[in-house]
């Protein structure tokens, strides 16, 4: 039947959408409405129910209450086909893509063009490239998709979707892994999208972003919708619309009296990745590591925790050589890593809370061959009260929980080790505002006990906002160190662009924002 309350041109309208798992209500009835040729912005903290509003329109939940209306007309989404029947199409943050198809595999999965019963490989080939042609990217479709960038296959996700006629686009942290250059290649896709009257659901942690790309926001707070507002809504409204409260301070670094040094980098290289790097950070001290893409500060990192073997150069902690290439010594001389990926890297996603911050110190509670697991998840639950993990309980999946509380399990389990050394590889990446303070917060008391943080960033403020020195890097090496009151974005990117020869690097992108 036609739904009479819709309102004409709306394309899609969604009315008290309730969903429940078990011990969390993460949608508390959700209004929510969507336009042809308009972006509009689906706000809110991780765990607000962003995620399970654009999986139930895309077909992977189905709502326990409330009414979908597409085209005045009230429908059930059941399934990803019913989704992408009504021109629905969804990106997520993680891909659906296959590294071992080619590309145009991967663009016609599960709908290759057929003749005489047989795929059609040149036809697929021909129709890959037009729908690749549409988004800009130049890429052989029959390139191997694992070998593509994290950029370019965020494009062709977007050409997969142009494929099916989605007239519907639902866009989940498109930008969180994009250098500056990128992102401005996939505002101008969305604009021409939004030209040719495709309507576009776009989420975003980055709150710069919205001006720029948006036309209205829907506030998600609490599983709730709290408000519908213009695009050019001041950032600060914003921000206490999504966390109920003013944030007074984005980054509210409690500097300490920095101590002797707990982490000492001499001469550390690795043919092809970086040279020559050295430093150290004290204890009580945030020294933050900016540089540009493929500047080598990963790799820095993963080489200190003994995960990638260095062929030059030494690392010591608390003034003690470590055995380079073995994460067991760097984990024993108490360094710690939470990596940029932290749901490949980081969790079990698979595995409860309790486990996954067990998984550090399970040899030390192990006594006898035996577990103690009621030791274990004593320690859990004082670790996740104190980090304010929101969760149902400690034996909730690590991959059912919000972005933010993922991060959090993976720097708590770090905790509970007592590590004196934590590295943070891009630590906030993909987290809101209120979680992102609770992080800082977290730093400042790991500073303030003793522990040393090395912080990698991909967000010049951040790293500007909460080190207490910087270390900037450039084509693998050190480039200069600035200490936090001469550092600016300005004195920042000087030096991630110079070259080790004393000219200026060409730059194709940059992931310092």
Do not use: C
């Amino acid at each position: 039947m036609t739904d009479e309350s819709t309102t004409p041109g709306e394309i899609l309208r969604v009315h008290g959408l309730r969903k429940a798992f078990p011990g969390v209500v993460a949608l508390d009835g959700v209004d929510f409405d969507l336009r042809p040729g308009e972006v509009h912005v689906l706000l809110g903290e991780n765990g607000a129910g962003k995620s399970t509003l654009i999986k139930t329109l895309s077909g992977a939940y189905r709502p326990d209450a409330g009414r979908i209306v597409v085209d005045g007309e009230e429908t059930a989404i059941r399934s990803a086909q019913d989704a992408q029947d009504l021109g629905i199409a969804t990106i997520y943050q993680e891909f659906n893509l296959v590294p071992e198809l080619t590309v145009a595999e991967n663009l016609f999965l599960g709908r290759p063009p057929r003749r005489f019963g047989l795929v059609d490989r040149r036809a697929m080939d021909e129709h890959a490239r037009a729908l690749l042609d549409r988004v800009g990217v130049d890429a052989d479709p029959r390139r191997r998709m694992g070998d593509l960038g994290i950029a370019r296959a965020q494009m062709v996700e977007i050409a997969k979707a142009l494929g099916q006629e989605a007239r519907v686009l639902i866009m989940d942290e498109p930008t969180a892994v994009l250098t500056t250059s990128e992102v401005d290649k996939l505002f101008a896709i969305v604009r021409r999208l939004r030209e040719r009257g495709v309507a576009i659901v776009f989420i975003t942690h980055h709150l710069e972003e919205i001006p720029r790309i948006g036309d209205r926001v829907t506030v998600l707070r609490d599983g709730r919708s709290v408000a519908r507002v213009p695009a050019d809504t001041p950032r600060d409204e914003l921000v206490r619309l999504m966390v109920g409260r003013s944030i007074e301070q984005q980054y509210p670094r409690e500097p300490t009296d920095a101590g002797e040094p707990l982490l000492q980098v001499r001469g550390l290289s690795r043919a092809g990745a970086f040279a020559d790097v050295s430093f150290e950070v004290r204890a009580g001290e945030v020294v933050g590591l900016a540089g540009l893409v493929g500047a080598g500060r990963t790799e820095v990192a993963r080489a200190i925790f003994g995960a990638d073997r260095y062929d030059g150069g030494e690392v010591l902690v608390d003034g003690k050589r470590l055995r380079g290439g073995d994460v067991h010594a760097a984990m024993e001389a108490g360094i710690g890593l939470v990596p940029e990926d932290r749901k490949g890297q980081g969790l079990v996603l698979g595995a409860d809370v309790r486990e996954n911050l067990g998984l550090v110190t399970l040899g030390r509670a192990s006594r006898g061959g035996f577990v103690d697991r009621g030791g274990q998840a004593r320690a859990a639950g004082e670790i996740a009260g104190r980090l304010n993990v929101r969760m149902s309980g400690l034996g909730q999946e690590a991959r059912t929980l919000s972005g933010g509380n993922q991060q959090k399990i993976v720097i708590g389990k770090w905790l509970l080790a007592d590590a004196k050394v934590l590295i943070l590889d891009e630590p906030t990446r993909g987290i809101d505002v209120g979680a992102k303070v609770e992080i800082y917060q977290l730093i400042n008391r790991l500073t303030a006990s003793g522990h040393a943080v090395l912080m990698i960033s991909s967000d010049l403020p951040e790293v500007l906002g909460m080190s207490d020195r910087v270390l900037v890097m450039a084509r693998g090496r050190l480039a200069g160190e600035l200490a936090a009151g001469e550092a600016t974005q300005d004195a920042v990117m000087a030096l991630a662009v110079t070259d080790v020869n004393g000219g200026t690097a060409a730059v194709e992108g940059t992931d310092v924002h």
